[in-house]
């Protein structure tokens, strides 16, 4: 199973981005349930940023991005978005994604991509 995120880069604050997560698999019975966002500043803790449903149908936010990030799916194309607006230099981070996925297995375990980095600047 691969993770591979885009669209991170460099924005001025107040701007706008939105990342993408698209998820892969091996064979044809791979099953995408919970997903997530978490971000990660140089030397601090990987922090939850948003969650969302196997349907999408419920979302999460943490309080500092609540109200500017929208976090949605596409389970047709195996792929997981992060609209960002508003942006603040303080979002200046790693974005990750995070699935919790089987393929061609009988358990379900949680995957992570490699990470887009996101600059704001002030």
């Known amino acids: 199973v691969q993770l591979v995120e885009s669209g991170g880069g460099l924005v001025q604050a107040g701007g706008s981005l939105r990342l993408s997560c698209v998820v892969s698999g091996t064979g044809i019975f791979l099953s995408i349930k919970t997903m997530a966002w978490f971000r990660q500043v140089p030397g601090k803790q990987r922090d939850l940023v948003a969650t969302?449903?196997?349907?999408?149908?419920?979302?999460n936010y943490a309080d500092s991005v609540r109200g500017r990030f929208i976090i949605s799916r596409d389970n047709a194309k195996n792929t997981m978005y992060l609209q960002m607006t508003s942006l603040k230099p303080e979002d200046t981070a790693v974005y990750y994604c995070?699935?919790?996925?089987?393929?061609?297995?009988?358990?379900?375990?949680?995957?992570w991509g490699q990470g887009t980095q996101v600059t704001v600047s002030s």
């Open positions: 995070c699935a919790n996925v089987r393929d061609n297995v009988p358990f379900y375990r949680d995957y």
């Open positions: 969302i449903s196997t349907d999408g149908a419920m979302t």
